[in-house]
């Protein structure tokens, strides 16, 4: 920042914040090169626990769902650090406060910005496993991130498939149209042949994501091997077809799941104007992953 | 009232994150997280201060047009300061489940232009919608003195209802929907929804009242009558206060803003002479579309040109 006598002041490279109340310590900054990621570490007070059993990189939903998501991801990060458990959060090029335009998200780029946050954890907390919790369509990104490497995946109400997560956008997007008096009705392929991206509530949704081809569906998308997987439906009821399905193919690739439905009413495209509950999700999350650390959840 | 001018091409490029960093401030609120964005172009001793609306989104939104509105000012040599809300994202303190108008967060508005003072950088204020309306409190406020340089007010509600309670315009599907068992329960177990229920139940009896009684409703804008029951007196005195301050005042409103048709209907009665009497001191400026909830890419871009026009104009070098 810079005064009108053009004093540029000193800029410290991590902003930190105490919160004895909880115990833990937060430290944020932006990492990476050339496009620079925005991050947040969530500690335990006791310091940077170098060679904890477990630490976690939370990777945030894309598009509308990065805002409907945000607090419980916060609360998730607070508890768990609170837990004994250091966790990353960041956001994803072309989102939030990070580098990059946000028509030029993709799944590759949005898979690459996860493994970079695990990066930079290992860097800084050294921890000696590292599990991941993604939501929505960034479940399967940290799915793929992975790869073989076996480390505990939590999915938080993941999407079936690029497609339907698409498909259910254009609806959203098409409900929202209808109740607009006057409203030019252009379709999203008109919208795209003259802007380059489709318009989806408010965000520009560019080739890179609406053409790619190698995403994986949900059932396809964790690799096989003796590794423990939590899923979290949102949605009330029993099981939804396409999780149960995918959880039955996973059981079938020796992976370890555990199958959690916590109602939580979020509607995901569609903003709120509260927050939604989410009790269950973090307590589900947070005792799971604590048992993988071998800890208790706060 | 016009709608937006050209944007003056920015001396500078617009910032990156390279230009970026955060900052904790303290707040009497808790400590809030700020990402401060340098000028890229020629310093003005200037920095704008960010304030976003209510709702559980960090202070990047909404639909990250904060992030983009600081980088670009920064090519016109204002500083940026975006920050989240106490309770909120990365910021400490605990939030309120229920945010109301009457209610503005200017100890975090405060907080952030004193932090920004002591840079040696004079604030101006970019509000969205509840954010706008914590702008011109604070900015109308004794402890702003002559700490703000302008304020630019994109889609303030000129009511005091709770943010997003507007019942005349919900559909009954929405009530239909809150009005589960489950939900209701809720409420009824938490202390602070049970009070904003009761208030939801008189507001309710009033639009209610107001429709069968028509007669006792607002003056209708053409006759230039008394000022609409539902504007706020609060809005009318702090406006007051920023125009007797000299401050500069931008208003953005969307064509198809239920809010920007509120303000025109206020600005035909009790706003007008207010208007009339700041002058050029305070512009209205109508975009294509709805920019409360900016849920259109056009749109977004259209109240950011708006805004850094205005900044350009009122603040940029003079060639």
Redesign the interface.
């Given at each position: 920042?810079?005064?009108?006598?053009?004093?540029?002041?000193a800029?410290?490279?991590?902003?930190?914040?105490v919160?004895r109340g909880l115990g833990i310590r937060?430290e944020?900054?932006?990492f990476g090169a050339p496009?620079?990621?925005?991050g947040?570490r969530h500690l335990p007070m006791d310091g940077p626990a170098a060679g904890a059993p477990l630490a976690v990189v939370i990777c945030p939903p894309v598009l509308a769902d990065f805002?409907a998501n945000?607090?419980r991801e916060?609360r998730l990060a607070r508890r768990l650090a609170a837990a004994g458990l250091p966790v990353q959060r960041f956001?994803p090029r072309g989102?939030?406060?990070?580098?990059g335009d946000?028509a030029d998200l993709s799944f590759a780029a949005l898979v690459d910005d996860c493994r970079a946050a695990v990066e930079r954890l290992r860097e800084t907390c050294g921890p000696a496993a590292v599990a991941l919790v993604g939501s929505r369509l960034s479940a399967l990104a940290a799915a793929v991130a992975d790869g073989e490497g076996g480390s505990p995946l939590v999915m938080w109400d993941p999407v079936p498939s690029l497609r339907s997560y698409l498909r259910g956008g254009l609806r959203a997007r098409a409900v929202?149209r209808v109740g607009?008096?006057g409203a030019a009705p252009e379709g999203p392929d008109d919208q795209r042949a003259r802007?380059g991206?489709v318009?989806v509530?408010?965000?520009?949704v560019g080739p890179a994501l609406l053409d790619a081809g190698d995403v994986p569906v949900l059932g396809e998308a964790v690799a096989g091997g003796p590794r423990p997987l939590l899923l979290v439906q949102f949605a009330p009821g029993e099981l939804t077809p396409p999780y149960a399905a995918a959880a039955a193919a996973w059981r079938e690739r020796a992976i370890d799941v555990t199958a959690a439905v916590c109602p939580c009413?979020e509607s995901w495209w569609f903003?709120p104007?509260?927050?939604a509950?989410a009790d269950a999700v973090l307590d589900t999350t947070a005792a799971w992953l604590a048992a993988r650390a071998g800890m208790t959840a706060a | 009232m016009s709608t937006a001018p050209a944007v003056r091409p920015a001396p500078g490029p617009p910032a990156?994150?390279?230009d970026?960093?955060?900052?904790?401030v303290r707040a009497p609120t808790g400590?809030l997280?700020a990402?401060?964005t340098?000028?890229t172009g020629e310093?003005?001793?200037l920095?704008a201060v960010l304030l976003r609306g209510a709702?559980?989104?960090?202070?990047?939104?909404?639909?990250?047009t904060q992030?983009t509105l600081a980088r670009r000012l920064a090519g016109h040599g204002l500083?940026a300061v975006r920050f989240s809300y106490h309770g909120?994202?990365?910021s400490?303190g605990a939030g309120e489940?229920?945010v109301r108008l009457d209610r503005p967060y200017t100890a975090d508005a405060g907080a952030v232009v004193d932090w920004?003072a002591d840079?040696?950088?004079r604030a101006v204020l970019i509000g969205n919608c509840f954010g706008a309306r914590t702008a011109l409190a604070y900015a109308a406020g004794p402890a702003a003195g002559d700490r703000v340089a302008g304020l630019a007010l994109v889609v303030p509600p000129v009511f005091d209802y709770e943010?997003?309670r507007r019942l005349d315009r919900r559909p009954l599907g929405h009530f239909a929907r809150r009005a589960r068992p489950g939900?209701l329960w809720?409420v009824l177990r938490d202390p602070a929804r049970r009070r904003a229920l009761r208030r939801t139940l008189r507001a309710f009896a009033s639009v209610a009242g107001g429709k069968l009684r028509p007669g006792r409703g607002p003056a209708p804008a053409s006759t230039g009558g008394a000022a609409p029951e539902w504007l706020s007196p609060r809005f009318v005195a702090h406006l007051r206060a920023v125009v007797d301050r000299r401050i500069p005042v931008l208003f953005v409103y969307g064509r198809?803003d239920p809010y920007g048709a509120d303000f025109e209907r206020a600005r035909a009665t009790a706003l007008g002479p207010l208007l009339a009497e700041a002058g050029g001191l305070v512009e209205v400026t109508v975009v294509p579309g709805r920019v409360h909830?900016?849920?259109?890419?056009?749109?977004?871009e259209a109240m950011i040109a708006a805004v850094e026009a205005w900044a350009a104009s009122t603040f940029g070098r003079r060639a």
């Open positions: 920042m810079t005064s009108r006598g053009g004093r540029r002041l800029r410290a490279a991590r902003a930190e914040r919160d937060e944020v900054e932006f496009e620079r990621l925005f947040c805002g945000y607090q916060v956001h989102t939030g406060h990070s580098d946000r929202h607009k008096v802007t991206y318009d509530l408010g965000i520009p009413d903003i104007d509260r927050r509950p | 990156t994150a390279a970026e960093f955060p900052a904790y400590d997280l990402v401060v340098e000028a310093p003005l001793g920095a709702g559980w989104r960090p202070s990047s939104g909404p639909r990250r992030v500083d909120l994202a990365e400490g489940e229920v920004v840079q040696g950088c943010v997003a939900r809720a198809d909830g900016l849920t259109s890419v056009e749109t977004q």
